[in-house]
Each structure stands twice: as C-alpha cells, then as structure tokens.
C-alpha cells in the first residue's frame, strides 16, 4: 500500500517515522526545505498543569501522551522542570492546583508501576512539589548552582529573582520539560534521511480515484500527478484545503500566534526552570512564560492581544470551506516573515510583561525574530489541548494536533485502521518501534544549522542538560 503524507511538520514527519519503522511504504511532501519548520514548541505539557481550564480528562492524556513523545524523541527534551505562580491579582486558588497537580503525579505513579519504561519525567514523589512564601525565602539565602542537582537546586534562581511578594501561595514545580524544536526538526531529518520525501514541493489538488487518491504537486516549477492507496492530512494550519479538494466537511479553528526572542547575556551563568505566572488569556493579565534557552536566550509568551495573542488572529471554517481564513497580512508573515519594526516592539512588550514578575529582567535586549505561526484546533473550542486523529471513510486521516504530544496517538490510530485494511500484519499493533539515540554530534550540527537558516542564534539550538544513552536523566 502507497501512503502519502501531506505536510512535514510534527505531525506529519512523526507519523512518517512510525510507519516507515514497521516497513510502510510512505512518501511525504513538504512545501518547505526542511521538516518541523511551522509553529514552535517549547513546553512538553506533561500533565497540562499550564492550562487551569481544561478539565482532568484532557490533562490525563496529555500526560500519557507526554510519556511516549519523550520515549519517542528523547534527545530533542530540555530535561528541566516548570514553576508555576499565581499572581496576586489573578482570581485563581492556586491550592486548587495544588489538588489537581497531585493527581497528576498519582496518575505519573500508576504508570510507572505498570510499566517502569514510562518513569521517564523522573521520580514520581518528585512530579510535583509545592513551596511556600518562607521556603522560598531560605532558599535565598543558599549559593546558585550552576547546574541544579536537585529540586531544591532548581528553585534557588527562582526565589532569588522572582518578586515573591507578587505571588499567591503555594508556588509549584512540575516536571513538564521543555522541546528544543531545532534539535526535533534536526532528528526528523536524520531519521528520515533514507526516505521518500519531496521538499520544495506544494501539494495544489486532490482527487477522489479508484480505491485512492491522485494527488497533484508542484515542484521546481513543474506540476506532477500521483496516485496513492491511502492519504494522511497533516497540512497544519492550511489542513481544509486538503478537505475541501475532496469534499469533506470538517469544522475547526485557526489561530495565528507568536512568541518572542529576548537576550539577556548577564544572566548565562545559571540555568533556571520554566516559569509560568498563570493570568487570564486574551486579557492584559493574561499568562507569562519564561522559556529559557542556552546562550543566554530566553523564549516569552505574554496570553494578551499585544502581545503573543492577535486582536483579529481567529478564524474560523465556514459551510462553504472546512479552511478558516486568517487575514492575508498574516499569511504573509508567515511564508516570507515580520516586519522587523512590528516584531521588535511586540517583543519589547514582552520583556515588559515578564518583568513585572522577573523585575531584573527588564535589562533583556529584543532579537528581531519571533517564534510564530498559526494552530489547527479541530471543533469550536479554543480551550481544547488534547485531540485525536479523525478520519473519512477507510483511507483518509487528519492529523490535526493542538499540542506535539498528541502525535503517537494519531500514528497508533492510523495503525490500527491500516491492520484493519489488511495493509499490516495485526501482530504489529502495539508494537511501537523506538527510534534508537543517534551521535550528538550530528544533532547538534544540524540543529545549529536549522536555527541559522530560520534566522534564529545557533546558541538555541543547545540544550542544558544533555540526554544519557542510558535513558536516564543525566541530571535528576
């Protein structure tokens, strides 16, 4: 059976890993020149402990789903954790977190039990851990190591820069690590390095054939016709185009969203954990994340309309077209980037922002190349962090993912409906093949080279705490 994957983003370059290391035969076209170059990711939602909105159900399979995204791209993991603060002024109980996050960790601990391959986000006991006002104060008062060992260690540069009186208590951490998306795209790549991939290459129609699809694509100014056996949708942001060329209804939502580079060179003697100070999205108190990357780097998202949110940055699917409409100026931004005066005043505004919680870091230059794109949420709701793979009919599958983790339950999916076609073998499903480490010194040379073409400092292409051979965390 021939699959084609339309679009070399997570979705689509993930899913192509998984069914290529069970011997399908798949081709993937990318209108770009290199895999996962969409939308960033930063943060590994183990748990969705960042969204207070979303219910337990959500919050459980994002944690699952976490579990095997780490298991699956270990060596693209920034293996630190994330702490959580809820402002004063933010009308949230953060005991009620508190509450919810232990049941998190619980639920991490089950896991482990039945299957110790899974104790991949450290030690139970230790997925969550809460401080108060005073144990935050005597941590002050302790030396900041430069590579933290421990918990304790981790929250030191916390409590010394953060304004702790602005806070409710108790502040949590959590061990929701970070993605380095260069050191992704660069294991994509080399995982799929032998395989049939297309880049350069947009996919213009397609078409209902007999028992499959023709796909027409053009690439180096010429147009190619294909016929394919089964068809996997993971177009990303421009996914209804693939859908109205068959047909198909589908509603969803588009949201066109940035995040921000900031350098603060005086602060690169130390690492620090995430930091989230949780707000109201889409208000001007909305969410702050504090990102920190190597070199001194640090990535910012500020949940407000001037900041990493758009006033008109919505759209929605219509009855004539299952592709929402963004405005064309961001489409623009998107395929030949910012105006430069546009991105550094947002980014300037996030350091603002940041600093109101992180007061010394207002000394943080602006670099003048967001981190942006535009997100797929299938249905009307913009709160949803958790979705599945859809399908039509027998040999159609959208992968529309809201968050990275998502992506091995899509492939397990399409597995699943590939045994039922008689495409597999049934002995092959729940049989996941785990992509093995590769040199560190290839990723690292080609994430550097990853980062330099997207206009970004090749020092975020690093990571801090590097991945041991041995599956374990190098620093616990």
Known sequence: MKIAIVGGGVAGASVAIYLRSLGVDVTLFEKKQMLIAGPPACHLHAGGNLYPDIDDTQRLQLLRESIEFVRFYPQAIERRPTALAVPVHILLNPKELEERAFILAQAYGDLVAKDSKAKVLGEPEHYVLSFNHEQ??????????????????????????????????????????????????AIAQL????????????????????????????K?????????????????????????????????????????????????????????????RGTDRGMAQFTPYSGGYYQLHGMRKDITLFEDGVAKSSEVSSQPKLPQKYIDWIEKGWPSKVALHRTQRAIEYVSRYIPDFKRAQPTPTPLYGAQQIPGANLTLRA???????????????????SILSMADAILQ?????????????GGRIYPKPLPEAKIDSLAKEIAKARGYPEAMAKIAIPFCHSGQNCVQ
Not at 208 to 214: D, I, Q, R, T, V
Request: glycine share 6%.
């Open 220 to 280: 180096n100014g010429k147009r190619y016709t294909q016929h394919f056996d089964f068809l996997i949708n993971a177009m990303g942001f421009e996914s209804g185009y693939l859908d109205d060329w068959l047909g198909y209804k589908k509603s969803r939502l588009v949201e066109f969203k940035a995040a921000y580079v900031a350098r603060a060179s005086y602060r690169q003697e130390h690492l620090y954990p995430e930091m989230i100070f949780h707000g109201i």
């Open 417 to 429: 409906k590939l045994i039922t076609l008689g495409a597999l073998d049934p002995s092959r499903q």
């Open 191 to 218: 995982l799929l390095q032998d395989a049939t991939i297309h880049y350069g290459t947009k996919v213009v129609d397609a078409k209902h054939e007999k028992g499959g699809f023709k796909l027409t694509y053009e």
């Open 136 to 185: 935050l104060q005597e941590l002050q008062e302790l030396p900041t190591p430069k590579v933290p060992q421990n918990h304790l260690e981790w929250m030191i540069s916390f409590a010394k820069e953060v304004a702790l009186t602005k806070l409710k208590y108790p502040v949590l951490l959590v061990q929701e690590y970070g993605i380095n998306i260069f050191r992704l795209s």
């Open 387 to 405: 979705a599945e793979v859809s399908f039509e009919g027998d040999r159609y599958a959208r992968c529309e993912i809201v968050k990275v983790s």
